[in-house]
Every structure is written in C-alpha cells, then in structure tokens.
C-alpha cells in the first residue's frame, strides 16, 4: 500500500501544487495518502512493471476517481492501459464514465482528449479529506460514453 501511496503522492504534486485552494494541502501529505489507500483498495487496480508500482487508477461508481503513473512510466503506454481498463470496469455497470480534472492540468487535459474523453466544462470537484469535510477544487468533468 506504501508503493500506491508513493505513486500517488508524486503525482497528486505534480499535477496539484499551484493549482489547488491552499486549504486542501494540508490533506494531501504522504501519510494522508497512505491512510486513503485502504479506503479504495477494492476498487483500485495496480500497474506493475518488474515487480515495481508504477501506477494505479481508482474507479468509484460511475467515476475514474484516480489514475497516476510514476513519472519514470510515463509514456510507456502504462497510463493508457489502466484509463482503457477503467472504462471497461465502468463499462460493465454505466453507459457514461465521467473523470475530474484540475483546471491548470494541461498535459492530463490534453492525455483525456487525445484518449476520446470530451471536456464537460468546469465545476467545483469535492474533494474530500481525512476530518470528512471537503474543499471546492476548480475543476473540469470530463466524460465518455462507453455504451
């Protein structure tokens, strides 16, 4: 779970800082993320590559709640096999999939676009932390029908 929560912690920084309320920092630290895993671990699937963590997508519902992929695998075609093994799990139970992304993310804006998904317009994403409130996240839905 440490190695999920390695990715994702990364990750979440990378794509994050600078582009989200200050008020939602304090939640995202590593032993935050760490303590989350858990949480979602049943619906979670983990890209391996030589016994290593290099990426993970989280699918709730109707929703790919998280995807990350180490830094070192992108490009590799990681990211892309677990957004298309996302929307088959989505699939299976919804005719639309649906994904929040931060509104500065340009480059998961434009991995989304060139992946099929259509930019819904923005909204505030609720994102939850550890005490069980949330924080509005100026985000955009971006969705795709898989019927």
């Known amino acids: 779970m440490r190695a999920i929560a390695e990715v994702w912690h990364l990750g979440w920084a990378d794509a994050h800082l600078g582009r989200v309320p200050d008020a939602l920092l304090a939640h995202r630290t590593f032993e935050d993320l760490v303590r ?22 989280v699918v709730y519902g109707d929703e790919l709640e998280q995807l990350y992929v180490a830094d070192a695998a992108r490009g590799s075609g ?29 480059r998961a804006r434009r991995f989304y676009e ?12 609720r994102a939850f932390t550890e005490d069980g409130t949330t924080v509005a996240v100026p985000a955009r839905r971006y969705v795709r029908d898989l019927g």
Do not use: C, M, Q
């Open 36 to 57: 989350r895993v858990p949480i979602r671990l049943d619906v979670t699937t983990v890209a391996e590559v030589k016994d290593e963590v290099v990426g993970f997508t």
């Open 78 to 106: 990681v990211a892309t096999a677990l957004l298309r093994h996302a929307e088959t799990v989505i699939g299976a139970a919804h005719r639309r999939a649906w994904l929040a992304v931060v509104d500065g993310n340009l």
């Open 114 to 125: 060139r992946s099929g998904w259509r930019d819904a317009g923005p909204f505030d994403y």
